[in-house]
T-cell receptor, first 116, second 113 residues
Framework: SAVISQKPSRDICQRGTSLTIQCQVD?????MFWYRQQPGQSLTLIAT?????????ESGFVIDKFPISRPNLTFSTLTVSNMSPEDSSIYLC?????????????FGPGTRLTVT | QKEVEQNSGPLSVPEGAIASLNCTYSDRGSQSFFWYRQYSGKSPELIMF????GDKEDGRFTAQLNKASQYVSLLIRDSQPSDSATYLC?????????????FGQGTILTVHP
């Protein structure tokens, strides 16, 4: 299985500021995914980060609010911009490994963000 | 909208019993299904994935898939207090690229001694 690390593990930020979250994987992967888990809720996909191309965003998420970088095959960043208390969530980086007719998907330890 | 539904629980079982967790999905074309365990304050940990009808066993865990009825279940045999966690069911909808999972709300499982 892939080993995923994220920085920071948690942060408390003031509204109107931005935070950049880093994700590092121990092997090269084509795609990396960013999910959000709001308090008491399940996981929602924010965007897919492909190396060498623009990230693709899911409905309800926009690049201006969540800009993503993917400079190489093991690293990605997600920025949460102009934060409001509604952005308080756990942000999770995810990758998958092919397993023949299916695959396994793994999540990083998460970044717990609190916006005050 | 493609949905994955779980009973939020909490589901309480005594130690040593079988815990049965259920999940239904709306997209009939969904191909792969995943069960994750999430301890409080931690990230989801993959327990099982299943893509064929029938049962798949791994240690104390058995995943069951019934595509005709559009449900997936997870059985935990000989439940232990350490199994107490939220269990998330996830599906890969038809036509969706790998990695883009739709998650259920999760079922809280409590195993009491």
């Amino acid at each position: 299985s892939a080993v995923i690390s994220q920085k920071p593990s948690r942060d408390i930020c003031q509204r109107g500021t931005s935070l950049t979250i880093q994700c590092q994987v121990d092997s090269q992967v084509t795609m990396m995914f960013w999910y959000r888990q709001q308090p008491g809720q399940s996981l929602t996909l924010i965007a897919t980060a492909n190396q060498g191309s623009e990230a693709t965003y899911e409905s309800g998420f926009v690049i201006d609010k969540f800009p993503i970088s993917r400079p190489n095959l093991t690293f990605s960043t997600l920025t949460v911009s102009n934060m409001s208390p509604e952005d308080s969530s756990i942000y999770l980086c995810s990758v998958y490994s092919d397993r023949g007719p299916s695959y396994e998907q793994y999540f990083g330890p998460g970044t717990r963000l609190t916006v005050t | 909208q493609k949905e994955v539904e779980q009973n939020s629980g909490p589901l309480s079982v005594p130690e040593g019993a079988i815990a049965s967790l259920n999940c239904t999905y709306s997209d009939r074309g969904s191909q792969s299904f995943f069960w994750y365990r999430q301890y409080s304050g931690k990230s989801p940990e993959l327990i099982m994935f299943i893509y064929s009808n029938g049962d798949k066993e791994d240690g104390r865990f058995t995943a069951q898939l019934n595509k005709a009825s559009q449900y997936v279940s997870l059985l935990i045999r000989d439940s232990q207090p350490s199994d107490s966690a939220t269990y998330l069911c996830a599906a890969l909808p038809e036509g969706t690229s790998y990695g883009k999972l739709t998650f259920g709300q999760g079922t809280i499982l409590t195993v009491h001694p």
